[in-house]
């Protein structure tokens, strides 16, 4: 079946610079992605969503950018924080389909 | 996270116990999942439950048994499990699964870390 995946299982990154987590997803259908972040201990966070209508979306500190042509997505991370390291996974559906599928995950760490 | 809660947060049992998994979501939605997530692999779906009725069962063994009383809980049974069902086990809840798109964008719980001896 098709799935999705993340590039880079572990990244590290300074106080203070950005981040960016990539996905590329396999199912050239799918028009509905949202990022969530896990911390330790905790269960997933929704970050942020964007439908396959937009390219781009914006919230605070973060930013998804979605490249239909090449079934790419990216999370992006402003001035990162202590407070952000935690594994990150996308997911991914058919906007009026049923079941999210999930990427494996991309563990962040911020140095101090 | 408050918006929906776990309990217990830790579980260890024996492979002939049998225990229960609790969930409740203070969110006012209509949809609820249970899904395992083990080490190094991605979520993987359990079962749905859309207005107190289940709608998906994706090929989970018998050992686990959900329960939904009403849209606001939901309960996993466990009975007789396998060392390899040790996992974080999350509920989450969404607004209405019918509906689709945003609508069905998940809530996730804190999870139980489960054990079995």
């Known amino acids: 079946g098709e799935s999705v995946g993340l590039h880079l299982p572990t990244l590290s990154v300074q106080e203070g610079d950005n981040s960016i987590i990539n996905c590329a997803y396999s199912?050239?259908?799918?028009?509905?992605f949202i990022w969530y972040k896990q911390e330790s201990g905790k269960g997933p966070q929704f970050i942020i969503d964007?439908?396959?209508?937009?390219d781009k979306r914006q919230g605070q500190r973060v930013t998804v950018l979605l490249n239909k042509t090449v079934k790419h997505l990216s999370l992006q991370i402003a001035a990162t924080q202590p407070g952000d390291s935690a594994v990150y996974f996308c997911?991914?559906?058919?906007?009026?389909?049923?079941?999210?599928?999930f990427g494996p995950g991309t563990r962040l760490s911020v140095l101090p | 996270e408050t918006g929906v809660t776990q309990t217990p947060r830790h579980l260890v049992m024996g492979m002939t116990n049998k225990k229960s998994l609790k969930c409740e979501q203070h969110?006012?939605?209509?949809?609820m999942y249970w899904y395992k997530q083990s080490a190094k692999k991605p979520l993987e779906l359990m079962f749905v439950?859309?207005?107190?009725?289940?709608?998906e069962n994706n090929s989970v063994p018998s050992r686990f048994s959900p329960e939904c009383p009403n849209s606001s809980h939901l309960f996993l049974h466990l009975h007789t499990l396998q060392p390899e069902d040790s996992a974080l086990y999350l509920c989450?809840?969404?607004?209405?699964?019918?509906?689709?798109?945003?609508?069905?964008?998940?809530?996730f719980g804190p999870g139980t870390r489960l054990t079995v001896l």
């Open positions: 964007i439908r396959s209508n937009m």
């Open positions: 997911a991914e559906k058919l906007y009026y389909g049923q079941n999210f599928v």
């Open positions: 439950y859309n207005f107190k009725e289940q709608t």
């Open positions: 989450a809840s969404s607004q209405d699964r019918s509906s689709g798109g945003a609508a069905d964008t998940q809530y």
């Open positions: 969110l006012g939605h209509n949809a």
């Open positions: 199912n050239s259908a799918s028009d509905y």
